[in-house]
């Protein structure tokens, strides 16, 4: 029966194959005119985010513990660990974004995004075990 | 707030700090498979370490007036543990949000394929940094508390 219901409907083998979409592989630069969907672009953001949150928290972390860091740190908030989290968040927000939009096309930046992180976590747990 | 509500925060933070690390370690391991869906443990895991550190935000005005000085006058090696402790556990809260980002809705998509690994990197950087700031948290307990 299964055969019989097989064999009585028409199979237009070429109209399935003009609606599969044929997506830019990971890593390679985007055709000119394709778009990306929101999701990806949001979602690598947020990992540029990350990766500029620990660089930024880790820098201004160094310089408060060396006793050079920027004055608008003080009035952001009273206590140094508050304020550098503030700034680092505020920071990341807004240098992900742009920064994402740039590189989302680039040939190597999906991919580069997990060693980035890595690195950046082991430098920021080596700047805060350095320098307390 | 009084010394007793302090201390009942600060042993609630210390409790819930080692229970978010292990449930931290559950979507790290989870997510080594780039296929792998895990979004309820990755959420719940996020949200245990976001509580913990609130817990901890709020003593810590309180930590650094009444306890703080008082580790560093009988023991200044344990008052600099803590002062790592902290930063680990900012790194933590963030790094497993933004593994939470990374997993919810990623797609085995050509251009999407590298979200999943990055949110194994994320959740495994948060759980090594979750376990040292609870192990750091515990041996300044040992020492001083409110």
Same mark, same amino acid.
């Given at each position: 029966?299964?055969?019989?219901?097989?064999?009585?409907?028409?199979?237009?083998?070429?109209?399935?194959r003009?609606n599969v979409t044929v997506l830019p592989r990971a890593g390679r630069a985007l055709p000119a005119g394709d778009t990306v969907v929101?999701g990806p672009r949001?979602r690598f953001?947020?990992g540029?985010?990350?990766?500029?949150?620990?660089?930024?928290?880790?820098?201004?972390?160094?310089?408060?513990?060396?006793?050079?860091?920027?004055?608008?740190?003080?009035?952001?908030?009273?206590?140094?660990?508050?304020?550098?989290?503030?700034?680092?968040?505020?920071?990341?927000?807004?240098?992900?974004?742009?920064?994402a939009?740039?590189l989302i096309g680039k040939r190597r930046a999906p991919a580069s995004l997990s060693r980035?992180?890595?690195?950046?976590?082991?430098?920021?747990?080596?700047?805060?075990?350095?320098?307390? | 707030?009084?010394?007793?509500?302090?201390?009942?925060?600060?042993?609630?933070?210390?409790?819930?700090?080692?229970?978010?690390?292990?449930?931290?370690?559950?979507?790290?391991?989870? #997510?080594?498979?780039p296929r792998?869906?895990?979004?309820?443990?990755?959420?719940?895991?996020?949200? #245990?370490?976001?509580?913990?550190?609130?817990?901890?935000?709020?003593?810590?005005?309180?930590?650094?007036?009444?306890?703080?000085?008082?580790?560093?006058?009988?023991?200044?090696?344990?008052? +600099?543990?803590?002062?790592?402790? +902290?930063?680990?556990?900012?790194?933590?809260?963030?790094?497993?949000?933004?593994?939470?980002?990374l997993?919810?809705?990623a797609r085995p998509e050509p251009f999407d394929v590298r979200a999943p690994r990055a949110?194994?990197?994320?959740?495994?950087?948060?759980?090594? #940094?979750?376990?040292?700031?609870?192990?750091?948290?515990?041996?300044?307990?040992?020492?001083?508390?409110?």
């Open positions: 029966m299964v055969a019989n219901a097989r064999a009585e409907i028409p199979l237009n083998v070429a109209s399935h003009a929101a949001a953001s947020v540029v985010a990350c990766v500029t949150f620990l660089w930024i928290y880790g820098g201004l972390h160094l310089a408060h513990a060396w006793g050079v860091e920027p004055p608008f740190v003080r009035a952001v908030a009273p206590i140094p660990l508050f304020a550098i989290f503030i700034i680092g968040l505020a920071t990341s927000a807004f240098v992900s974004f742009p920064v939009y740039l980035a992180l890595a690195l950046s976590i082991v430098a920021f747990s080596l700047a805060v075990t350095w320098v307390p | 707030v009084s010394g007793g509500v302090l201390r009942a925060i600060e042993h609630a933070h210390g409790d819930l700090g080692w229970l978010a690390t292990l449930a931290l370690y559950h979507p790290a391991f989870l #997510l080594r498979r792998r869906r895990a979004v309820g443990a990755a959420v719940a895991a996020a949200a #245990l370490v976001t509580a913990t550190g609130a817990l901890g935000a709020m003593i810590y005005p309180a930590y650094r007036v009444v306890v703080k000085p008082a580790i560093f006058a009988a023991a200044p090696l344990v008052g +600099e543990l803590f002062e790592r402790k +902290e930063h680990f556990g900012v790194a933590a809260v963030v790094l497993a949000w933004t593994g939470v980002a997993h919810v809705g949110a194994f990197v994320a959740f495994v950087g948060a759980a090594v #940094l979750a376990t040292l700031a609870a192990l750091l948290g515990s041996i300044v307990a040992v020492t001083q508390t409110f």
